[in-house]
């Protein structure tokens, strides 16, 4: 079965760093894509950021270009998310999401992606 764990979260004041992991296994790890998600009360799931395990590629969500660093750890089966200079407005829910990657495929957008955690919180405080 496929399983996603995330950890990592945490309250932070802005400026601060956090980083994010999520820890997976029931699947061929470096056959996968890994998203990142997060989701505000009241707002949208949106893309932060996503990694193909296959091939390396990366995307990153405006918003966090030049603050947000996705990586992976194959041997572990883990993907982490390193998130320096936090901003208030980054506090949301965040969320792994996996799924075969596909070039090619939409696969930073949250509709690709069939498995997800359960989510670990980050709140930046102003």
């Known amino acids: 079965e496929v399983q996603l764990v995330e950890s990592g979260g945490g309250l932070v004041q802005a400026g601060g760093s956090l980083r994010l992991s999520c820890a997976a296994s029931g699947f061929t790890f470096d056959d996968y894509a890994i998203g990142w998600f997060r989701q505000a009360p009241g707002k949208e799931r949106e893309g932060v950021s996503c990694i193909s395990l296959s091939d390396g590629s990366t995307y990153y969500a405006d918003s966090v270009k030049g603050r947000f660093t996705i990586s992976s750890d194959n041997a572990k089966n883990t993907v982490y998310l390193q998130m320096n200079s936090l901003r208030p407005d980054d506090t949301a829910v965040y969320y792994c999401?996996?799924?075969?990657?596909?070039?090619?495929?939409?696969?930073?957008?949250?509709?690709?992606?069939?498995?997800w955690g359960q989510g670990t919180q980050v709140t930046v405080s102003s």
């Open positions: 999401a996996a799924d075969v990657y596909s070039y090619g495929g939409s696969w930073t957008e949250r509709h690709y992606y069939g498995y």
